[in-house]
C-alpha cells in the first residue's frame, strides 16, 4: 500500500505542498484552461490535435471541472491563510473553483438533497437519542411511541418540510449566484483570467503580492 501512501498525508503536509508558486500557478493555468476550454476549442478548432483536446476537454469538464474546482479552493484557503498578500490570487482562486463546482452542481436539485439529507440525519440521531429510554420505567413508553416507524417518519417529514422552506431559500439564492458564474460568458472571462494570474504568479509573484519566500516555510 505504499503507493497509496498519499492518503497517509496530514493537512499541514497537504498545506505546505500548496505554498509554491509554481504550484499554484498551474493550478490556476489548468483551472482557467478548463473553465475557458468553449472559448479555446472555437479558438483552436482549424488546428487538428488542439481542436480535438478542447473538443474532449469540453464534455469531461463538467465533471473533471468539479473536482478541480474543489482543488482550486482548498489551493485558495491555503494562499490566503499562509500569504496573506495574495488576496487576488486566492479570491480568483475560489471564483475559478466556485464556477467550476457550480457546472455540475446546478444540474442537481440542490434543496431537495439537501432537505432529504438533513431530515435523515436528524431522524436517526433523535431515534438514536430515543432508543435508550424505551426501557425507562418512566420514559419508556413515550420513547418507544416516538421511536415507532409511524412517528419516526412524521419527525422525518416535518424536518424536511422545515430545511427544504428554509434552507432551500439559501441554496436557491447559492444556486441562481452559479449559474450566472458557471455560465459560458462569465465562465470564460474567469478562466482567461485564471491563466493571466497563473501566468503571473509562476513569472512574476510579487504583482500579485505573493511573499516568496512563502512565510513559515
Not at 482557467?32 to 487538428?48: C, R, Y
Amino acid at each position: 500500500m505504499q503507493g497509496l501512501g498519499i492518503f497517509d498525508l496530514t493537512l499541514d503536509e497537504i498545506m505546505l505542498f500548496f505554498q509554491n508558486e509554481w504550484v499554484v500557478g498551474w493550478v490556476l493555468i489548468l483551472s482557467g484552461v478548463i473553465a475557458a476550454a468553449w472559448l479555446l476549442e472555437n479558438i483552436t478548432d482549424p488546428i487538428p490535435l488542439l481542436g480535438t483536446i478542447f473538443d474532449i476537454l469540453i464534455k469531461v469538464g463538467t465533471y473533471v471541472g468539479f473536482f478541480v474546482g474543489i482543488l482550486d479552493m482548498l489551493v485558495g484557503y491555503v494562499v490566503w491563510a499562509t500569504n496573506p498578500d495574495g488576496i487576488i490570487v486566492a479570491a480568483v482562486l475560489v471564483i475559478t473553483g466556485f464556477s467550476l463546482v457550480m457546472r455540475l452542481l446546478d444540474k442537481f436539485p440542490l434543496a431537495l438533497v439537501f432537505a432529504i439529507a438533513v431530515a435523515a440525519f436528524a431522524t436517526f440521531t433523535i431515534y438514536g437519542a430515543l432508543a435508550p429510554y424505551t426501557s425507562d420505567p418512566l420514559l419508556g413508553e413515550i420513547a418507544t411511541q416516538a421511536t415507532s416507524l409511524k412517528w419516526m417518519a412524521v419527525i422525518g417529514i416535518i424536518i424536511f418540510c422545515v430545511v427544504y422552506v428554509i434552507g432551500g431559500l439559501v441554496i436557491k439564492l447559492i444556486q441562481l449566484i452559479g449559474k450566472v458564474f458557471s455560465s459560458t460568458p462569465v465562465s470564460v472571462l474567469i478562466g482567461l483570467a485564471a491563466i493571466a494570474i497563473g501566468v503571473i504568479v509562476i513569472v512574476a509573484p510579487a504583482i500579485v503580492g505573493l511573499v516568496i519566500p512563502w512565510p513559515g516555510t
